[in-house]
């Protein structure tokens, strides 16, 4: 293993850790309308967990000063990018726990974010989750604005991709095309390494662009430019994070939310389809078979939850426009994976939320910032399963699966999408297990009949990146509820749902570590 | 698709279904102990259904007299079994529907059972479900003596397998090795058709064999013939349906419960393993790795639930014994999917019904009476998944999955495992949200959160023929509650889940029927 390589790498990743978080640093000064006086405690946070990730990062590229930078093996860039992730999550911990962030005023009293929320906020920046432990974000003497901005801004560079960002910026040649592997799992083809490097300019540049775009369209509505940074930030990375404690619901607006409705789908498409579309190519989004399905599930949900709120939900009962208006924004935001609300529809009829738990485990397309299983793993799953039924009463055809008109050949490929539900399945039954056992019933105020609902959203919620679940965590509660073991399986739930399981799983197997 | 001799092979079944119905004739008679003046109702009832299921059989034995009876298709197998369960699943529904059973008292008004109940308690008869709309089964005057016997009888018939007995009374050469594989799809080498009568006759014979030593022992523990009989038919076959509404707790004996429990646990043992045991091979059985992952899995389900129990249950808290006896009767009831309770499970901490709600999906061993995923399936499951995870760093590693001592080269068994994994969580999820969307919420009496975790409960209960769910399908109440639409629903899953899904699956396919 290439240690020296990998220490290489942590350290620039810290350093631009470090560099993004100073962006952060204005919103502390009342030039920029957010505070009334210098706010010194966000601050003096905020500097402190600069000047430790930029202490951490000149260390390791000590240590590293003299790697062979030429080529990385599989399980090299496996192990890099794994620990890029913790070690970006535990620097972007440091500002809640330097600023003394205060998760909530509890009977008068402040509670402030011990280490396991730090991570658990942290983590959920970064994997684009936007589930949340804070409950007072509106008050600046318990969240300070530039915790706030920096909150939000973990979506941008975790939604970016930390390691696309990386190669992006530094190509590395065959060691970049290795690490760009590790971090985006999704079925794509092989391709040279400077392909790679364009791929994660591309990449980049669309996400960069749909969020100013994004920025603009919400200042031209009058969102300060605080609100409408850290909006874009949520909506295009799919994040959720909102500077307000009931999200989207604030702004009353039905513009901001078509607006936004519109960038958290388009946040969920192919970016390298947007790319070609930018660059006047429509074709190849329109007639895209992942594109396609993944609108035509969304049309489906939209209508269905409409329907069952206009003749089940007595608020909307009579009037189908409302209706439509809160089920077509909830469905898009809870399919991106993104997680902003509207409406409490923890508090909608049963189908209506059945629906959203199912629509947390499908998620956009690849090559997109959705966290979940994405709409092509399903495709290929039908069409193996209607190939397999086939095959039940006709032993002997001989057909092949095919997207669109390309065949697929490679039976490994098919293997690892059923293989990658297997995963999903038996990573969720487990740690749906952990919460039930070490998460105290008193939680739920002797409620147990939710607790085994609500601990399945908790876990569809965060290893899909969506954010808010049902009940206790529900779309206007949090996650403060729950003690420390819980909000561990939690975070690492986030982490794996945005690294697509592998990197993180390989990681914390000792035959991993072991030179062969 | 050889349609005669599809009809000639029903005509015969539907003679053993009425066969086995007359049965269930002597206990209208006081002769029997059952009823105190002969009960006229239970009796034309179930005589009529005789009549009826002789007249179909005669019918189509004459349709099918000139079919040519040396080879089946693989086509034609799966369809003949699937046809066979559903005409059993009608005939069977006869007695209820011909003696006007009744499924309920309500505010003093006797509610008959539909043409949808006596569908459903037939279907869950023969599936060795156990799931029942019935909630009188003590008051002869609602639920005559000889329907009650007939109903615990189609457990009989179901878990011996209508066409394994077929089968092994008439062989049929190479046709009766297609039906086999058709109805028992379990993993398992090929083999001559005289094999595989004579595996139909090993395991007929374990089967009738337990069933008459379970019954020799309840009648030594007091029990009548009739109780005796209907109980050792809903244990042997893991069925689960009792002649109490209290189930197994009506008898209030810790005797009598760890008889059944040992049952239940052989129920679900590998019947060609026992065979040998029984021939003095006992090595075979103790080595054998499915049937030690099932033993370890139940004990560690055992342990941890009397944990949970111990240290969270009022009831059990200062009674380490007591808590151990309920939980390890529930458990080895669950997943052994029998679905037999002393206690009312419903009301336990939510990390018990968590574990209970994961056995219903392993169950017991392959060729057994289990209905389940199966404890083999998921060795190979836990066996593919370590070693894909091996080769994300690994890439160029070529490792063979082995199950004790044997390796397994045969790409096809593997991904068909994968595929059925896929395809249970399918059709659960697809079934539950139809709950969802068909039940109507003031079947909850206004709970809407329980709606979403019983309705998972109902998917899973009759999926894997386990019986009781949770709330308003828990082990003290039962499926009455419950619409037309839902009830449909359920029937099929029940089907599906005994079948192990693809017999159902592809005769709903259109394509299917069409002559190549
Ligand atoms: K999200
Ligand atoms: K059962």
Redesign the interface.
């Known amino acids: 293993m290439n240690f020296k390589l990998i220490a290489y790498i942590l350290g620039i990743i810290s350093l631009i850790v470090g560099g993004f978080m100073t962006a952060s640093l204005p919103w502390s000064h009342p030039l920029f309308g957010q505070v009334d006086a210098f706010d010194w405690r966000g601050f003096t946070g905020t500097l402190g967990a600069i000047l430790v990730s930029i202490l951490v990062g000149l260390v390791l590229l000590f240590v590293g000063r003299d790697a062979r930078r030429d080529r990385l093996l ?2 090299e860039a ?1 192990a890099a990018v794994a620990l890029a992730w913790l070690l970006a999550t535990i620097l972007g911990a440091l500002p809640y726990l330097f600023s003394g962030t205060a998760r909530a005023r509890e009977n008068g009293r402040i509670v402030r974010m011990n280490i396991f929320d730090a991570l658990f906020e942290s983590a959920s920046g970064y994997s684009g989750t936007g589930a949340s432990v804070l409950s007072e974000l509106e008050d600046p003497n318990l969240v300070p604005r530039s915790v706030l901005f920096w909150r939000s801004e973990t979506h941008f560079l975790g939604g970016l991709g930390i390691v696309v960002l990386f190669v992006a910026v530094l190509g590395m040649g065959s060691a970049g095309k290795q690490l760009m592997r590790a971090e985006v799992a999704a079925p794509s083809q092989t391709s040279t390494h400077e392909q790679t490097r364009r791929a994660a300019i591309a990449f980049g540049s669309v996400f960069v662009t749909l969020n100013l775009i994004l920025t603009g369209l919400l200042l031209l509505q009058g969102l300060s430019l605080f609100d409408a940074l850290c909006h874009a930030f949520g909506t295009v990375a799919t994040g959720g994070f909102s500077t307000y404690n009931n999200s989207i619901a604030h702004f009353q607006s039905p513009a901001i939310e078509l607006t936004i409705t519109v960038f958290m789908f388009l946040g969920c498409t192919n970016f390298a389809l947007l790319y070609f579309a930018a660059k006047g190519n429509l074709q190849r989004l329109i007639y895209d078979v992942e594109f396609r399905v993944y609108a035509v599930i969304i049309l489906v949900a939209t209508l ?1 939850t409409a329907a ?1 709120l206009f003749f ?1 939900y007595p608020e909307y009962r009579y009037n189908p426009l409302t209706a439509l208006r809160y089920s077509l924004f909830q469905c898009v935001s809870i399919q991106t994976n993104t997680g902003f609300a509207t409406a409490d529809f923890d508090k909608w ?3 209506a ?3 959203l ?2 629509l947390m485990y499908i998620g956009g397309c690849a090559g997109s910032t959705s966290c979940s299983v994405k709409v092509i793993r399903y495709i290929f ?1 039908f069409k ?2 209607a190939l ?3 095959q ?4 002997n055809i001989v057909r092949v699966v095919r997207i669109g008109q390309h065949p697929v050949t490679d ?1 490994d490929l ?3 999408i ?2 990658y ?3 999903i ?2 990573v969720s ?1 487990v740690s ?2 952990g919460l ?2 070490l998460e105290p ?1 008193s939680t739920w105020n002797g ?7 609500d ?2 959203s908790a876990v569809a919620a965060t290893l899909n990146g969506v954010g808010p679940g ?2 206790i965590v529900g779309p206007m509660a949090n996650y403060g509820a729950f003690h420390a073991p819980a909000k561990c399986i939690l975070t690492v739930l986030m982490l794996l749902g945005r690294l697509e399981l ?1 990197p993180l ?2 990681i914390l ?1 000792p ?2 570590w072991r030179t ?1």
Chains 1, 2 share one sequence.
């Open positions: 599989r399980r496996l269905t069952c089940e009829p049963p189908f939320k059945g629906v738990l199912v799953l193996i399963l397999e039924l086939e039940t009463y006709r032993p039976p098919l293997k690892s059923l293989v539900f297997a995963m399945l038996l039954v749906w297990l039930l056992a019933l409620a147990p009949g939710n607790k085994l609902i601990c399945v049902l009940g592998f799983l390989v197997n035959k991993f062969r």
